[in-house]
C-alpha cells in the first residue's frame, strides 16, 4: 500500500526521501563502477515494462478480488539489487506523478518501502541464499514467496510506523497494524506466486535472460550489511531528532486553531456508531491501542471569537481565488490565449 | 481504473505537459523547486489547521488558469484518488469526538476538523504534484531533476521508462484485448493466464532492449553517459517566479491571512 | 572510390542456438549503387543486414566495408560509414524528442553543437520534418516515425545507407514520399523489402536471397519480372508486373 502526502509530516517525510535519495546514490554509485552499457536502457525499458504490467488485473483465486504485479522483487531478480532498486524507483516516481499515487513527497517513503526492502533486503538475504545458483521452479517458487511476503511485511510495518509518527491520523498503532500486516500477508503471497510464475516461465523460454542478467551479483555480495545497518541508524537518529522537534513545535497564539474543550460530552448524534464500537472493544479486546479521546491533546488555545472569523476568511479566500482563476480563464480565452 | 481510463488519461497528462504557455516555459528547476517547498508548506501545517491552509489554493490555481490545464481533469483525478485518503482520514472524526468549535450553534468535533485539514491537504498536494508534470514534460522534470543533483543513472534511464512506457502499455493492451476476446467471463483471468501474458510480455520487452541497445550502438554511441544537446539557461523570469512564489508560500505559511481577513471583515461589518 | 564498396565474400552466420541463417554469401556493392534484397521470411534479408554495420559478425568469411574488414575492433569506425535504418523506428528512436534522437549520432561523432544543429536540420528538412524537432516519438504517427528514424541516420552522413523493411509500417501517401526521397539520395542503398514494387522502383539491382544464400544477383527489371524465378524463392511478381502480357 501507498503512503499518502496527507497524512504525513514534514520531518517523517523528509526523513524517508533523505534515506531514498541517499539508496539510489548508493546505488548509483555502485552501477557506474561496474556499468554494462546495455544496463540503462534495459533498466529504463524494463521499468516500463512493470509500470505496464501494473495495469494488467487478474482474479485472485479464492477471494474473487483483482491483484497486480509489483514489481520489486521481479527487477531484483532480473536486474540484481542495484539496477533493480533504482528502476523500481522509478517506476514509483513515474506513479506518484502521472497517477497522483499517494504524492510527491510521500514518494520518497513510498520508494523506500516498496523498493529497498525488496531490492536490498529481501533480494540478497532471502532470495538469493534460497534459490542459490540456477534453480529449479521449486526453489524459485519458495523463494519468491517468503521473500516477497518479508518484503510487503516490512514495507506495509513501515507504512504504519510512518503514519504513526507523523501524528496526522488519530488511526491507533494497534488497529492498522491488525489491518495492514495480515492484508499485506495476503498480498505478499500473491506477488510471489505470479513472480516465480514469470521467472519460471523466462527461465524456461529464454533462460539466458534471466541468468545473465542477475549473474552481476554474488548472493547478499556487495550489499553491505555494514552499509544497511548505518542507513538504518541514520533514519533512525533523524526520525528521532525530527520527532522532537515536532513535538515541542508550539503553533504561536496568533493562528487559528482548535482548542479541546476540557470535558465536553460525546456528542449526541454520533452516539450510536461510537458506543457500538466501545462494546465491541471491550468485548473482545482485539484493539488493544484504542480509546476515544475526551480530554485535550495539548495544542495551543484559542478563543471562540476566532472560530469565526477563520470560517468568514475561508469563504472569501476560496472565493478570492476562485474568482481569480475565472477572471484570468476568461482573459485568456478572450485574447486567444496567448502567452 | 481500467487499463483504457489509465493509459487515456496517462496520455492525456502527457499531451498537456507539451503545451506551449508562460508556465510550460519556465525553467523546470524552478517548478520543480517550488513544487516541493509548496508541499513542504502545506504538509507542514498542524493537525488541526484548515483556514490557513487555504490560501494555498492560489498557486495551484494560477498554474492551472495560466497554463491551460483544464480544471476538470484535475478535479475529476482529484476525486478518483481520494477513497484511500477519506478512508484512512474517516477514523478521526469517528475516534476524535472532543467537541472542539462551536459554529452557529453547530458543535464540530475535533476529529472531523483534523478530517476536513487532511483532504485539504490532500487536494493541494495531488493538485500540485499533477500539475508540476501538467506544465513541465516529464523529460524536462528529470532533466531538472539531473541538474540538482539527483544521480544521472537514475534520470537516463527515468526517461528511458518514459519514453517506453507508451508503447509497452499498447503493446499490453493488445495481449490483454486478445485474452479478453478469448476469455468468456472470468475463465482466463486468473494467475496462469496472467502470469504466461506477463512471461510474454516481458521476453518481447528484453528483445527490444536489445534492439535498443543495438540501434544505439549503430549510431556511434561506445560507453559512458548519452550525449546531451544544450541546456536551458535560468533567465530573469525564472528568477521572478521563485521569488514570488517562494515569498507567497512563506507569507501564507507564516501569517495566518484567513483569520486576519475574516476578522478584518467582520470588523468592518461589526462596527 | 574504394570507401563506398561493400563486399561479402564467403561469408556465414550460425545465431547461438544453431540456426543457419547465411551460407556462404558472397556479393560486391559498388559506390552508388541501389540495390534490393528481396526473399521470403527467414531467407535470412535482416541477418545479412545486421552484418553490414557489425550488429552481427560472421561466424565464417569476410566482410569488408571500404577500406575495413569487419571485425569487432574496426566495427566502430564501419558505423561512421554505414547508416542502417532498422525495421521497427520505435527502437531507433529512444530519444525524449525528435531533435535529441536526430542529434545523437553526430553528438557521437564527436562534432560540436553548432554542427550538430545543422546536420540535424538538414537531416529532418530532407524528410520534412523539421517542424515536428521538440515532439515526443510518441506523438508522431508511423509515416513521420519512419521518417524521422531515416533522418536520425542521415545526420550521420553515411557513405552507404542501409534500410530494413522501409515501407512496412506506412500508408500508401507516406510510402510514396519515402520512394521519392530514396530516389533522391546519392548514396550506395543497400534495402530489403518485401514490397516488391517499391525495390523495382527504386534500385537498379536486385539480390534474391533464399534459405542463407544468394539465389539471383542482377539488374531489377530482369529478375523481378522473372515469374519462374520468383516462385521458386517462394516470392511472386511485383503487383505492378501482374497483368503484363
Same mark, same amino acid.
Given at each position: ?339 | ?124 498536494? /495531488?493538485? *500540485?504534484?499533477? !500539475? %508540476? @508534470?501538467?506544465?513541465?514534460?516529464? +523529460? ?5 531533476? &539531473? ?82 544537446l ?12 521563485? /521569488?514570488? *512564489?517562494?515569498? !507567497? %508560500? @512563506?507569507?501564507?505559511?507564516?501569517? +495566518? ?5 475574516? &476578522? ?8 | ?97 525528435v531533435l535529441e534522437d536526430v542529434a545523437f549520432g553526430p553528438l557521437?561523432?564527436?562534432l560540436?553543437t553548432?554542427d550538430v544543429m545543422q546536420r540535424a536540420q538538414e537531416a529532418l528538412d530532407?524528410?520534412?520534418?523539421w517542424?515536428?524537432r ?17 533522418a536520425s541516420?542521415m545526420a ?90
Open positions: 500500500m501507498h503512503m499518502a502526502d496527507a497524512l504525513l509530516s514534514p520531518s517523517v517525510g523528509a526523513t524517508f526521501w533523505a534515506a531514498s535519495l541517499g539508496a539510489i546514490g548508493f546505488a548509483s554509485r555502485r552501477l557506474r563502477e561496474r556499468l554494462d552499457e546495455r544496463l540503462v536502457p534495459l533498466m529504463g525499458v524494463l521499468a516500463a515494462f512493470v509500470f505496464a504490467s501494473q495495469m494488467i488485473n487478474f482474479t485472485i483465486p479464492g477471494t474473487g478480488s483483482s491483484g497486480h504485479l509489483g514489481g520489486g522483487l521481479l527487477l531484483a531478480v532480473v536486474l540484481g539489487p542495484y539496477a533493480g532498486f533504482i528502476a523500481m524507483a522509478s517506476v514509483l516516481s513515474v506513479q506518484a506523478l502521472f497517477f497522483a499515487d499517494g504524492g510527491l513527497l510521500a514518494l520518497g517513503c513510498n520508494i523506500w518501502n516498496l523498493g529497498a526492502y525488496s531490492c536490498f533486503i529481501a533480494y540478497p538475504l532471502i532470495y538469493r541464499p534460497i534459490a542459490g545458483r540456477a534453480p529449479g521452479k521449486r526453489r524459485i517458487f519458495v523463494a519468491s514467496i517468503v521473500s516477497a511476503v518479508a518484503a510487503l511485511q516490512m514495507g506495509a510495518f513501515s507504512v504504519v510506523l510512518e503514519t504513526l509518527f507523523s501524528g496526522r491520523s488519530e488511526l491507533p498503532f494497534g488497529t492498522f497494524l491488525m489491518f495492514m500486516q495480515p492484508v499485506h500477508l495476503a498480498i505478499g503471497i500473491v506477488e510471489g506466486i505470479v513472480t516465480a510464475g514469470v521467472v519460471g516461465y523466462v527461465s524456461h523460454a529464454r533462460p539466458e535472460i534471466i541468468d545473465g542478467a542477475s549473474g552481476q551479483s554474488a548472493p547478499g555480495a556487495g550489499v553491505s550489511v555494514r552499509n544497511l545497518i548505518a542507513v538504518f541508524l541514520l533514519l533512525a537518529a533523524v526520525t528521532g531528532g525530527g520527532l522532537s522537534w515536532f513535538a515541542s513545535e508550539n503553533p504561536d497564539g496568533l493562528e487559528w486553531s482548535i482548542e479541546r474543550v476540557y470535558g465536553r460530552p460525546d456528542l449526541p448524534e454520533q452516539q450510536g456508531a461510537a458506543s457500538a464500537l466501545k462494546n465491541i472493544q471491550e468485548k473482545t479486546a482485539l484493539l488493544p491501542d484504542y480509546g476515544f479521546r475526551e480530554t485535550p491533546g495539548g495544542q495551543a488555545s484559542v478563543e471562540a471569537g476566532r472560530t469565526l472569523s477563520g470560517i468568514a476568511g475561508a469563504a472569501i479566500v476560496l472565493g478570492l481565488v476562485l474568482a481569480l482563476g475565472l477572471g484570468i480563464r476568461a482573459l485568456r480565452d478572450r485574447g486567444g490565449r496567448r502567452a | 481504473m481500467s487499463f483504457d481510463n489509465a493509459y487515456f488519461s496517462v496520455g492525456f497528462l502527457d499531451r498537456l505537459s507539451y503545451q506551449d504557455t508562460f508556465v510550460h516555459r519556465l525553467d523546470a528547476r524552478a517548478k520543480v523547486i517550488i513544487t516541493a517547498a509548496f508541499l513542504l508548506a502545506v504538509i507542514s501545517f498542524p493537525k488541526y489547521e484548515v483556514s490557513a491552509i487555504l490560501p494555498f489554493s492560489l498557486l495551484p490555481v494560477l498554474l492551472m488558469t495560466l497554463g491551460d490545464i483544464p480544471a476538470g481533469f484535475v478535479l475529476r483525478k482529484i476525486l478518483l484518488v481520494s477513497p484511500f485518503a477519506i478512508l484512512v482520514g474517516i477514523f478521526n472524526p469517528v475516534l476524535d469526538r472532543a467537541a472542539a468549535l462551536e459554529v452557529l450553534g453547530l458543535t464540530i468535533s475535533a476529529g472531523w476538523v483534523s478530517f476536513f485539514s487532511i483532504m485539504v491537504k490532500f487536494t493541494l498536494s /495531488i493538485s *500540485a504534484a499533477l !500539475l %508540476l @508534470v501538467a506544465t513541465t514534460s516529464f +523529460p524536462g522534470i528529470c532533466n531538472a531533476l &539531473q541538474r540538482l543533483g539527483v544521480p544521472g543513472i537514475f534520470t537516463t534511464q527515468l526517461v528511458f521508462l518514459y519514453r517506453y512506457m507508451f508503447v509497452l502499455m499498447e503493446e499490453a493492451m493488445r495481449i490483454v484485448r486478445a485474452r479478453d476476446m478469448r476469455s468468456f467471463g472470468q475463465r482466463g483471468r486468473g494467475v496462469r493466464v496472467f502470469v504466461r501474458l506477463v512471461g510474454m510480455l516481458f521476453i518481447r520487452t528484453m528483445s527490444r532492449a536489445e534492439r535498443i541497445y543495438n540501434a544505439m550502438l549503430s549510431r556511434g554511441f561506445v560507453r559512458g553517459d548519452i550525449p546531451q544544450g541546456q536551458h539557461r535560468f533567465a530573469l523570469i525564472d528568477l521572478v517566479f521563485m /521569488i514570488v *512564489a517562494l515569498g !507567497l %508560500l @512563506v507569507l501564507f505559511r507564516m501569517v +495566518p491571512v484567513t483569520g486576519l481577513i475574516g &476578522q478584518y471583515v467582520r470588523g468592518v461589518f461589526a462596527g | 572510390m574504394s570507401h563506398h564498396i561493400v563486399e561479402f565474400r564467403n561469408v556465414s552466420y550460425r545465431y547461438p542456438d544453431g540456426t543457419e541463417a547465411l551460407r556462404d554469401i558472397s556479393f560486391r556493392v559498388t559506390h552508388g549503387e541501389s540495390v534490393g534484397i528481396v526473399g521470403a521470411n527467414g531467407a535470412g534479408k535482416s541477418t545479412l543486414l545486421m552484418h553490414m554495420n557489425g550488429s552481427l559478425l560472421q561466424s565464417s568469411g569476410t566482410v569488408v566495408i571500404g577500406d575495413l574488414r569487419l571485425d569487432r575492433r574496426t566495427r566502430q569506425e564501419i558505423r561512421k560509414k554505414v547508416g542502417v535504418v532498422f525495421q521497427n523506428p520505435d527502437d531507433q528512436l529512444f530519444m525524449p524528442t557521437n561523432l564527436g560540436d553548432e530532407t524528410v520534412g520534418c517542424h515536428l521538440d515532439k515526443p516519438p510518441h506523438h508522431l504517427s508511423g509515416g513521420q516515425k519512419s521518417a524521422v528514424a531515416i541516420v550521420m552522413h553515411p557513405d552507404i545507407l542501409v534500410m530494413d523493411e522501409p515501407a512496412s509500417n506506412l500508408d500508401p501517401k507516406s510510402r510514396r514520399s519515402l520512394i521519392n526521397m530514396l530516389k533522391g539520395f546519392r548514396h550506395s542503398r543497400i534495402i530489403a523489402s518485401h514490397d516488391l514494387d517499391l525495390v523495382l522502383d527504386v534500385c537498379q539491382r536486385c539480390i534474391v536471397v533464399r534459405d542463407g544464400s544468394v539465389a539471383a544477383d542482377g539488374p531489377s527489371e530482369a529478375i523481378l519480372s522473372d515469374k519462374a524465378l520468383m516462385e521458386e524463392n517462394n516470392l511472386e511478381l511485383p503487383l505492378s508486373l501482374m497483368n503484363r502480357p
